[in-house]
T-cell receptor, first 118, second 110 residues
Framework: DTGVSQDPRHKITKRGQNVTFRCDPI?????LYWYRQTLGQGPEFLTY????????KSRLLSDRFSAERPKGSFSTLEIQRTEQGDSAMYLC????????????????FGPGTRLLVL | GENVEQHPSTLSVQEGDSAVIKCTYS??????FPWYKQELGKRPQLIID?????GEKKDQRIAVTLNKTAKHFSLHITETQPEDSAVYFC?????????FGKGTTLSVSS
């Protein structure tokens, strides 16, 4: 499968524990995005990387959340001191500059990591 | 910031009927409008998108229309099939972050 991959697919943790998720984008995609999706809602933007640089962060990304993309390839999203309200699906997406015309790039999503905080 | 409203939240049709889902957006700077289909437990998959320099785009049974003046765009599915049953999300952006609607659960009964 050459699409976006995420690991783990499911994570159950106790409140107060730290968790880390990994995202591997489509090869050659230089932009990578993290979103959070709760039940019955659309995905909500968290943060975005162009290569290794984190260029945009949402207000949803509290100081307990940190994301990295150290070599411009895979990315990790860490949540410290998890709370029950962090329970959600964490989606990663990647994109590549359009060949012609520039403009907004199409984002391709991974399968997500479903987090349950007890 | 951008806000996207999506209607209806649920839609039930008979196989072979057409289905229409509508979205409105608030930010006139938005210029890219994708539609994603998400089946239960699976990733959102892009099914069609439209950019603000185009008023309509079609791909087989799926079409999207965009009215920039009224700030709304719609997804049209013709000849629906049971495998079209899923949650459909519209989104809008003028930059990087996609702003999604709350989704429409489409059920196609045979």
């Amino acid at each position: 499968d050459t699409g976006v991959s995420q690991d783990p697919r499911h994570k159950i943790t106790k409140r107060g524990q730290n968790v880390t998720f990994r995202c591997d984008p489509i090869s050659e995609h230089n932009r990578l995005y993290w979103y959070r999706q709760t039940l019955g809602q659309g995905p909500e933007f968290l943060t975005y990387f162009q290569n290794e640089a984190q260029l945009e962060k949402s207000r949803l990304l509290s100081d307990r959340f940190s994301a990295e993309r150290p070599k411009g390839s895979f990315s990790t999203l860490e949540i410290q001191r998890t709370e029950q309200g962090d329970s959600a699906m964490y989606l990663c997406a990647s994109s590549f500059p359009r060949a012609t015309g520039g403009g907004v790039e199409t984002q391709y999503f991974g399968p997500g990591t479903r987090l349950l905080v007890l | 910031g951008e806000n996207v409203e999506q209607h209806p939240s649920t839609l039930s049709v008979q196989e072979g009927d057409s289905a229409v889902i509508k979205c409105t957006y608030s930010d006139s700077a938005s210029n890219y409008f994708p539609w994603y289909k998400q089946e239960l437990g699976k990733r959102p998959q892009l099914i069609i998108d439209i950019r603000s320099n185009v008023g309509e785009k079609k791909d087989q049974r799926i079409a999207v229309t965009l009215n920039k003046t009224a700030k709304h765009f719609s997804l049209h599915i013709t000849e629906t099939q049971p495998e079209d049953s899923a949650v459909y999300f519209c989104a809008a952006t003028g930059g990087t972050a996609l702003i999604f609607g709350k989704g429409t659960t489409l059920s196609v009964s045979s």
